[in-house]
Structure formats: C-alpha cells, structure tokens
C-alpha cells in the first residue's frame, strides 16, 4: 500500500511539472510567433531600404550626366555667340578645364597632351 502511495505522489508530482513545462512551452512558441513576425517586418523595411538606396543612386547619375551635358551646350551655346570664327577654342578650352576637375575629383595630377 506504501509503495502504490509513493506511485501515485510521483504520478502527480510529474503531472504538475508536465503541466508547468507545458505553460511553457505554450509561452516560447507565442514569443517565437511574435519574433519571426517582426523579424519578417525587418526584412522587409530592410528591403525596401535598399530599393530607395539604388534608386537614388540611379537618379543622382542621371543628374551628374545631365549637368555635365547641360555644362558642354552652355559652353558650345557660349562659343556660337561670342566667337563664330574660334567655336573650337572654347570647346578645347571646357574640355582641358573638365579633366582638370575630373583629375581633382580622382586625386591624380594634370597631364597636357
């Protein structure tokens, strides 16, 4: 009779660790739940992050090479109206000036052809 006591006390105390365990268990996978959804959320705000990083890149060469060209009409434009018999000069004049600054820009030292 001790010994069915005994069976039956470990019974419960086990049926009570069961039940904590399994409190648990339900906890850790709620969390789980929540934390893949904001790590999803992330990932996608990370995402999209990058999408507007290279769209902004993308936009910021199209202005660099539209200023550049606006740069080169407005020295040909220059050279029609002011000078109809040397257009060429201030064309070669913009175009040294430009890779003066495009050596600048790149750290390397003038070179004259």
């Keep these: 009779m001790r010994y069915i006591a005994e069976l039956e006390n470990k019974v419960q105390t086990l049926q009570t660790e069961a039940t904590t365990l399994s409190a648990q268990v339900t906890l850790l996978q709620r969390d789980l739940t929540s934390l893949t959804s904001q790590n999803n959320e992330l990932k ?29 009409t407005r020295l040909e434009l220059s050279a029609d109206a002011t000078n109809f018999s040397q257009p060429s000069i201030n064309l070669q004049m913009f175009q040294l000036h430009h890779q003066h600054e495009q050596q600048e820009q790149n750290g390397g030292t003038t070179t004259h052809d």
């Design 44 to 72: 996608f705000r990370v995402q999209a992050m990058e999408q507007q990083s290279h769209l902004r890149d993308a936009l910021n060469d199209t202005l660099t090479a539209e200023v550049q060209r606006l740069k080169i």
